[in-house]
Each structure stands twice: as structure tokens, then as C-alpha cells.
């Protein structure tokens, strides 16, 4: 009986072993070009930030707290519409960008560039 059972737990042993998958490594070619791709494109959202940072102080004053909250903001604006997204997510979108833009400068400057209704479309539209 007690051989019976140690050759149940060896065979049970082995073909848990016999059974694991390994992993397939992942080309280091594929791995660098899917970085580069990645690192271009977050260079490009980040200069199209700077591009609307420098539209907005055309306009008005801006502070350097202002301009670092501005980029963060304006680089998801920017990685939100290089996605497919619908018309209806795109109005919610330029709606939650003005909103956040008020907070962030403020009643004052943002009634100053909301009159401005070129400027808004390029700070909230893609």
C-alpha cells in the first residue's frame, strides 16, 4: 500500500513538472522597437503640450506651477485624441479639459481666455 501511494505521489510529481509551460522570450528587437514607438509618440504628445502652452501665454500670464499642471494636462489631451474615440466622447472631453483648465488658472484668466472662443477650440479640440 505504501508503495502503491509513493509511486501515485512520483508519477504525480513528474507530470506537474512534465506539464509547466516556460515562457517564450519575447525578441529584444521587437522589445526595442515597441520602446522606440512609444518614446516617439510620447515625444510628440509632449511637444504638441508645449505647442498649446505657448498659444495660452501668447494670452495670458503664466506661471511656472500653471505651465507644469498645463503640460500634464494638454499630453493626456493629446494621447486621448490620437485614440478612435466618438464625437460624444470628444464634447465631454473638451468639456472636462475647460473645466480643468478653470481650476488651474483660475476664474480671472479663465474668463480672459474663454472670451476667445479660437483659442479655446485650440486648447480643448484636438
Known amino acids: 500500500m505504501k508503495k502503491i501511494i509513493a509511486v501515485f505521489v512520483i508519477m504525480l510529481?513528474?507530470?506537474?513538472?512534465?506539464?509547466?509551460?516556460q515562457k517564450k522570450a519575447t525578441p529584444s528587437t521587437q522589445v526595442a522597437?515597441?520602446?522606440k514607438?512609444?518614446?516617439e509618440q510620447k515625444a510628440n504628445f509632449s511637444e504638441a503640450a508645449l505647442k498649446d502652452i505657448a498659444t495660452l501665454s501668447n494670452y495670458v500670464k503664466l506661471t511656472s506651477q500653471q505651465e507644469v499642471a498645463l503640460k500634464s494636462l494638454f499630453?493626456?489631451?493629446?494621447?486621448?485624441?490620437a485614440q478612435n474615440i466618438s464625437e460624444e466622447r470628444k464634447v465631454i472631453l473638451a468639456e472636462?479639459?475647460?473645466g480643468?483648465?478653470?481650476s488651474i488658472l483660475g476664474d480671472d484668466l479663465f474668463?480672459?481666455?474663454e472670451?476667445?472662443?479660437q483659442l479655446m477650440n485650440v486648447l480643448t479640440k484636438q
Open 13 to 21: 510529481a513528474f507530470g506537474v513538472n512534465a506539464n509547466a509551460q
Open 115 to 117: 472670451g476667445n472662443t
Open 33 to 35: 522597437a515597441t520602446n
Open 75 to 81: 499630453e493626456y489631451k493629446h494621447q486621448i485624441y
Open 111 to 113: 474668463a480672459k481666455i
Open 37 to 39: 514607438a512609444n518614446a
Open 96 to 98: 472636462n479639459i475647460k
Open 100 to 102: 480643468k483648465i478653470n
